[in-house]
């Protein structure tokens, strides 16, 4: 269901829908855009082949596919995206989750042809979101880089965030659902990477969410959280929560849970039921107008 903008909440809160049909809107110094592209095709994936160095992709790649929030003033970007996901994937390179039936599932264009499923063939991933500093050359910033060459840093912290506060009642000037890739695992359960986004009047929250079902066999539950807090300060406060869940079956079963996979169509609804594998909060803090 695509989300109805009400233009009075927006004029009340000082928000702008962005120009020239594109997703998202701009308030408070923030520009917040979703964008959402169809499957990429035979000629990008044999691209994406050379770059990743990998032939095995999940079924359907929405590789052109993101979310990006600019903080206009300090030229600071956080954005979702594929490649960088799949690039997490790649690099942790967990083993195979062992199934039975694994064998059957995945064939090569002729179906004589079996493949050894010797990677990680659900796609698992810890990517949690990128950032970028582009350059500005109205507010004189040198050019920076991804990740490694960029000054921004997460550090560690105590602080959470307030997800009470979250659910009090406030107008939802924007919401969007960005998928980033989905993989059916051979009509065995899904693997599926997802962000969501939320702008209210207060702040702003997405949610990044890695959610895979291997039927009879695993359940996993990777999920980022992070959350602004708009305010006077020229220096933005991001926090962002990891948490990374995760149960067989077999062990949920033991503990009276049901064993049927239809019972875990919905993350949202049993994440409770996943003992907690990892869990951090970070916090970033946006430089300044120069």
Same mark, same amino acid.
């Given at each position: 269901?695509?989300?109805?903008?009400?233009?009075?909440?927006?004029?009340?809160?000082?928000?702008?829908?962005?120009?020239?049909? @594109? @997703?998202?809107?701009? +308030?408070?110094?923030?520009?917040?855009?979703?964008?959402?592209?169809?499957?990429?095709?035979?000629?990008? +994936?044999?691209?994406?082949?050379?770059?990743?160095?990998?032939? !095995?992709?999940?079924?359907?790649?929405?590789?052109?596919?993101?979310?990006?929030?600019? !903080?206009?003033?300090?030229?600071?970007?956080? !954005?979702?995206?594929?490649?960088?996901?799949?690039?997490?994937? #790649?690099?942790?390179?967990?083993?195979?989750?062992?199934?039975?039936?694994?064998?059957?599932?995945?064939?090569?264009?002729?179906?004589?042809?079996?493949?050894?499923?010797?990677?990680?063939?659900?796609?698992?991933?810890?990517?949690?979101?990128?950032?970028?500093?582009?350059?500005?050359?109205?507010?004189?910033?040198?050019?920076?880089?991804? #990740?490694?060459?960029?000054?921004?840093?997460?550090?560690?912290?105590?602080?959470?965030?307030?997800?009470?506060?979250?659910?009090?009642?406030?107008?939802?000037?924007?919401?969007?659902?960005?998928?980033?890739?989905?993989?059916?695992?051979?009509?065995?359960?899904?693997?599926?990477?997802?962000?969501?986004?939320?702008?209210?009047?207060?702040?702003?929250?997405?949610?990044?969410?890695?959610?895979?079902?291997?039927?009879?066999?695993?359940?996993?539950?990777?999920?980022? @959280?992070? !959350?602004?807090?708009?305010?006077?300060?020229?220096?933005?406060?991001?926090? @962002?929560?990891?948490?990374?869940?995760?149960?067989?079956?077999?062990?949920?079963?033991?503990?009276?849970?049901?064993?049927?996979?239809?019972?875990?169509?919905?993350?949202?609804?049993?994440?409770?039921?996943?003992?907690?594998?990892?869990?951090?909060?970070?916090?970033?803090?946006?430089?300044?107008?120069?």
């Amino acid at each position: 269901m695509e989300f109805e903008v009400d233009e009075k909440e927006l004029k009340a809160a000082g928000a702008e829908l962005l120009p020239d049909g @594109r @997703r998202g809107l701009r +308030l408070h110094g923030w520009e917040i855009e979703s964008i959402k592209r169809p499957i990429l095709n035979t000629r990008q +994936l044999q691209e994406w082949e050379q770059k990743l160095e990998s032939s !095995h992709f999940p079924e359907m790649i929405f590789g052109d596919s993101s979310l990006v929030l600019k !903080h206009m003033n300090s030229g600071t970007k956080i !954005h979702f995206n594929v490649f960088d996901a799949l690039t997490g994937w #790649k690099q942790e390179a967990l083993p195979p989750v062992e199934v039975p039936a694994a064998a059957i599932w995945k064939y090569k264009s002729e179906s004589f042809q079996q493949v050894i499923l010797d990677y990680d063939y659900t796609f698992t991933t810890p990517y949690c979101g990128s950032e970028t500093e582009e350059i500005n050359a109205e507010l004189g910033r040198e050019a920076t880089s991804e #990740k490694g060459n960029c000054s921004l840093c997460w550090e560690e912290s105590k602080e959470e965030i307030d997800l009470a506060s979250l659910a009090l009642k406030e107008p939802i000037l924007f919401y969007d659902e960005v998928i980033l890739y989905e993989d059916e695992l051979g009509d065995n359960g899904i693997s599926l990477l997802t962000v969501k986004v939320r702008v209210m009047p207060s702040s702003w929250f997405v949610l990044l969410r890695f959610w895979l079902r291997v039927d009879g066999v695993l359940m996993r539950l990777r999920d980022t @959280r992070m !959350h602004c807090v708009f305010g006077k300060s020229t220096n933005p406060v991001i926090l @962002r929560e990891s948490c990374w869940r995760e149960a067989t079956i077999q062990a949920l079963s033991a503990k009276g849970y049901p064993s049927d996979s239809a019972a875990y169509n919905d993350p949202s609804i049993i994440f409770q039921r996943l003992p907690i594998i990892m869990r951090k909060t970070q916090k970033l803090k946006l430089p300044g107008t120069p």
